[in-house]
């Protein structure tokens, strides 16, 4: 296998999943993350002669393709949620309809992919109705409790959450518990009936490679906020010519089509492969605070900036947590002028 799972992954999949079970892994497409920390999952399942069935929409979809293109794959509605606000209940509130609407979709559209295979397991990464009647439904998710900053949004969508999660026959989360644990409050039980820490989940592997790289830029999330944050970074990064970039970004760029400075390599939509080597061999890391980036690197010597998507508090709480070490960083999106001193400042510092 090319992905290492912890053994508690090991045993739970086990205990879930028989060697003739057809399983659809259905990742939320909400940037990269969740179909990313599925790829190990995916990839173990495979390595045991299981049928595995890929389902989600968008980017998170196209990154399964790429990943496993002998593997059936078929398109679900997505959720239409739009961070154009920096205002977390705003945003939630204006893409409801549409949230709504996605969900009643995704369940008939689960529910013919479970008829049309057989299937005997449903994984689901956070979508809310990816199960079946009479499968074995498995909900991943690392926000059991919905960490808003107003206590009665906080309270009213984690119990909208947990009345989603209970839907399920378990739920797994992508975390470990004691000193390991980075979720915190996020992932804490709270009553859900069946529940598992499975260790975390990274198809990121620890290489000993030079260093060819000054900067690796991640660029995922929802839009419009990331086309938004790609614009005011490249414009600052750009000036930073004394500096090698890699540029990776999970779709198209609009912010070089006049060209690209010499000092950059961009990418669109990158394998694991490329990402794995792009980690390993940069000396810093500018990304969004996501938590399947945080579980990537975690293992990893590189330090990182993060910048979490304005109105999305989950990034919030974990980009401020890691920040209180010496190793992260965090900066609001509307504070991208002062990232080139930040920069400076890091990479500037002898290596030990």
């Known amino acids: 296998m090319k992905y290492e799972l912890s053994k508690l992954a090991h045993r739970t999949i086990r205990n879930y999943v028989r060697r003739d079970d057809v399983v659809i892994v259905?990742?939320?497409?909400?940037g990269l993350?969740?179909?990313?920390?599925?790829i190990p999952v995916i990839e173990y399942l495979v390595s045991r002669g299981i049928k595995v069935i890929l389902a989600s929409d968008g980017e998170a979809l196209s990154l399964l393709k790429k990943e496993f293109p002998h593997l059936d794959a078929y398109p679900l509605t997505g959720y239409g949620i739009k961070y154009r606000s920096s205002s977390a209940v705003w945003n939630m509130l204006m893409s409801l309809p549409a949230f709504i609407k996605g969900v009643l979709k995704e369940g008939k559209e689960i529910s013919a992919l479970v008829q049309k295979y057989n299937a005997k397991v449903v994984i689901s990464d956070n979508r809310f109705a990816a199960r079946g009647k009479d499968t074995m439904n498995i909900y991943i998710t690392h926000q059991v409790n919905i960490v808003f900053r107003q206590t009665w949004m906080r309270r009213l969508a984690g119990e909208i959450h947990r009345y989603f999660i209970d839907a399920f026959d378990t739920c797994w989360v992508p975390d470990e518990r004691g000193r390991n644990n980075i979720t915190g409050p996020m992932s804490y039980s709270r009553g859900i009936k069946d529940l598992h820490y499975i260790g975390h989940l990274s198809r990121i592997r620890r290489l000993d490679l030079e260093k060819q790289w000054d900067i690796c830029v991640l660029l995922s999330g929802p839009e419009p906020q990331k086309s938004v944050w790609a614009s005011m970074l490249a414009s600052v990064l750009k000036d930073l010519t004394n500096y090698k970039i890699i540029w990776i970004?999970?779709?198209p760029d609009k912010v070089f089509e006049k060209g690209v400075p010499e000092h950059f390599e961009v990418h669109t939509l990158a394998d694991s492969k490329l990402v794995e080597k792009a980690l390993n061999a940069s000396r810093l890391l500018i990304s969004?605070?996501?938590y399947s980036t945080i579980m990537d690197i975690m293992h990893l010597d590189i330090p990182a900036i993060f910048v979490p998507t304005p109105g999305q508090p989950e990034q919030e709480y974990l980009a401020e947590k890691l920040a209180s070490g010496s190793r992260f960083h965090?900066?609001?999106?509307?504070?991208?002028?002062?990232?080139?001193?930040?920069?400076?400042?890091?990479?500037?510092?002898?290596?030990?």
Not at 26 to 30: D, H, S
Not at 336 to 347: A, C, D, P, Q
């Open 288 to 290: 969004r605070s996501g």
């Open 249 to 251: 970004n999970s779709t």
């Open 330 to 352: 965090t900066l609001k999106q509307k504070e991208m002028s002062g990232i080139g001193g930040m920069i400076n400042k890091i990479l500037t510092v002898p290596e030990s």
């Open 26 to 30: 259905a990742p939320l497409n909400w």
């Open 33 to 38: 993350g969740h179909a990313a920390r599925c």
